[in-house]
């Protein structure tokens, strides 16, 4: 069975500190790993994917598959990333996500 | 490019009623599925299809219904609302299989109040 696990259901962090949402999965093949993100009353949205390796919005995650972790990071917290953010394993059938975590973002 | 159309944005149920909730994509995705969003519990998967004529359950499949006679059309009914059903809903399609580029995409939810 494909599980993600998201620890934290909220992260507050000041304006200007570094962030981290952690994500783990467990999946026994070569899963892709996603993040997904929901501002304020919007649908989800796609923010980056493992397989891209590239940054968007200055966040940035690296898959490690001996830990099976998908951490999601960002050096420098902006008023504008206080979203929901999921993290999601697609296999040949599924798409499951984790619970997600609140990231708020303070002056 | 109308991606994914979910409706109706909110409805409100009286215990007992039932109703179905719509969602359609033009992107000729095989993969549909449907969550519910409640606080605390993340998206939870109801029901998922992987193309016209199969469907399979998810996590939380009990007081639901999903059909998939089309590529595009992928409709969840509650067949007997419950209060516990008082949820946001999201449908979401996307391609699947190695080497393909599944990133989901999502419809704009609906709001679902069982009273």
């Known amino acids: 069975a494909q599980r993600v696990t998201q620890p934290e259901k909220l992260l507050s962090v000041f304006k200007g500190a570094p962030v981290e949402l952690k994500c783990n999965y467990s999946?026994?093949?070569?899963?892709?790993l996603f993040w997904y993100v929901q501002y304020s009353r919007q649908r989800l949205q796609l923010l980056l994917r493992h397989i891209s390796r590239e940054s968007i919005k200055g966040f940035t995650a690296d898959l490690n598959k001996g830990e099976t972790s998908f951490h999601l990071k960002k050096p420098f917290a902006q008023e504008e990333d206080s979203a929901m953010y999921y993290c999601a394993l697609t296999t040949a059938s599924k798409l499951t996500f984790g619970t997600g975590t609140r990231l708020q973002v303070t002056l | 490019n109308a991606g994914v159309t979910q409706t109706p944005k909110f409805q409100v149920l009286k215990t007992g009623q039932s109703m179905t909730l719509q969602c359609a994509q033009d992107?000729?995705?095989?993969?549909m599925s449907w969550y519910r969003q409640d606080p605390g519990m993340g998206l939870r998967l109801i029901h998922y299809s992987v193309g016209a004529g199969i469907t399979d359950q998810g996590e939380v499949p009990n007081g639901y219904n999903v059909s998939r006679s089309t590529t595009e059309d992928f409709p969840l009914r509650l067949l007997s609302a419950a209060p516990s059903q008082t949820s946001v809903y999201f449908c979401?399609?996307?391609?699947f299989g190695t080497g393909r580029n599944t990133e989901a995409f999502f419809g704009q939810g609906t709001r679902l109040t069982v009273v």
């Open positions: 979401a399609s996307s391609y």
């Open positions: 999946y026994s093949g070569s899963p892709e």
């Open positions: 992107m000729n995705h095989e993969y």
